[in-house]
């Protein structure tokens, strides 16, 4: 896993990219450099961008990469103004998020409780046409107060 920081004026970035192979153990990793990096943005904002980061690669390594060593999983997190952007990119097959929207997991299925994680915790989530790219956005309390007192 390389770790790098894009230069972007105004933006703290950390980039991992190339999980490989895609594994839980990278997750952590990332989880970890993510609250090194990220965690003086605030308690709720650092909450809800482990949450999300992990889910995302979670899903990206277990049902994109499905673990395959030979796939990568890529992921950039920025921050800007209390805000935090977190691209995640797999090379599965991707899914029908569409579909997937409008389903509610069941209080015993399995799986099912991401996409229920990114509306809960994201103030944005978007998916690639293909489904095996998400983009989650987190709206920091700074910039909502710059938003309520317009």
Known sequence: MQVSLPGRPG???????????????QVERA????????????ARTTFAGELLLREAMLNAV????????????????????????????DEGDGFDWRTAL?????ASEQSGRGLEIFRTYASRV????RGNQVALVIRGPKSLEREQSK
């Open 11 to 25: 933006w703290s970035a950390l980039r991992l990219d190339t999980v490989a192979p895609p594994a839980v153990e």
């Open 31 to 42: 989880a970890l450099e993510f609250r090194q990096r990220f965690g003086s943005l605030g």
């Open 62 to 89: 277990l049902h994109g990469s499905r673990g395959d060593p030979a796939k990568t999983v890529r992921c950039v997190v920025r921050a800007r103004s209390g805000n935090l952007l977190i691209l995640v990119r």
């Open 102 to 106: 409008g389903r509610v997991a069941g």
């Open 126 to 129: 978007r998916f690639s046409l």
